[in-house]
């Protein structure tokens, strides 16, 4: 089966760095991939690792271990817009469809003023 | 207008009747997907199609229905066979990279 598990909920404070750790475990790994849902609207993409190591993307950088199964999304300067559910999710098998993604539950982030 | 085009927006529905949640598209893709989101839970895959006139089950296809007689619409029918019908429903093309990218998603509610 595929395990995805992140912490249900955090909270930091406006200017702030938060990290969002992620772990899965997966019959096959094709990338591993970030979005950001705020309440009510469709997920929105905002990373994607395949390869280990860092990715740098403006306020917001994930990182990637595939051989310890470990993912986090870094996020820096915070925002009372960043204010929302952050998912973790993988693509398993390489032959599998490319849209076909294996979510975690979300951590729903709280920024405070 | 280019994109995901999802609707309704909102839909409530009696037990025991069927309903058609709609996709369209025009971005000429050929895979399209829908997915189920409940609270607390991660996002799950009902059906898929990479080609038109052809579908395959995701994770969880029992209670639904898929259609693909064109490239550009992929209508998802929640038949009076799915349980538990109510929840926000997502349907996605791949993003150039491999990334999923949405609709604005249609909120079901059985009353």
């Known amino acids: 089966g595929q395990n995805i598990d992140q912490p249900t909920e955090m909270t930091a404070t406006e200017g702030a760095i938060v990290q969002i750790n992620c772990t899965y475990q997966t019959s096959g790994f094709n990338g591993l991939f970030w979005y950001q849902q705020h309440a009510g609207e469709a997920p929105t993409f905002l990373s994607y690792n395949v390869l280990d190591g860092l990715e740098e993307k403006g306020r917001f950088s994930s990182f990637l271990s595939r051989s310890k199964g470990y993912s986090y999304l870094l996020l820096k300067e915070l925002q009372m817009k960043d204010s929302a559910s952050y998912l973790c999710?993988?693509?398993?098998?390489?032959?599998?469809?490319?849209?076909?993604?294996?979510f975690g539950r979300g951590t729903q982030l709280t920024v405070w003023p | 207008d280019g994109g995901i085009t999802q609707s309704p927006k909102y839909l409530f529905r009696k037990e025991g009747q069927n309903v058609t949640l709609s996709c369209e598209q025009n971005l000429n893709h050929d895979a399209m997907y829908w997915y189920r989101q409940d609270p607390g839970q991660g996002l799950r895959l009902i059906y898929y199609?990479?080609?038109?006139?052809?579908?395959q089950k995701g994770d969880i296809a029992e209670g639904y229905s898929v259609s693909r007689e064109k490239k550009e619409s992929f209508p998802l029918t929640v038949t009076s066979a799915q349980k538990n019908p109510t929840a926000f429903y997502l349907c996605?093309?791949?993003?150039?990279?491999?990334?999923?990218?949405f609709g604005e998603g249609s909120r079901l509610t059985v009353l």
């Open positions: 996605a093309l791949t993003g150039t990279g491999g990334e999923l990218f």
């Open positions: 199609s990479q080609i038109v006139n052809d579908f």
């Open positions: 999710a993988v693509r398993g098998d390489r032959g599998s469809t490319l849209g076909r993604l294996y």
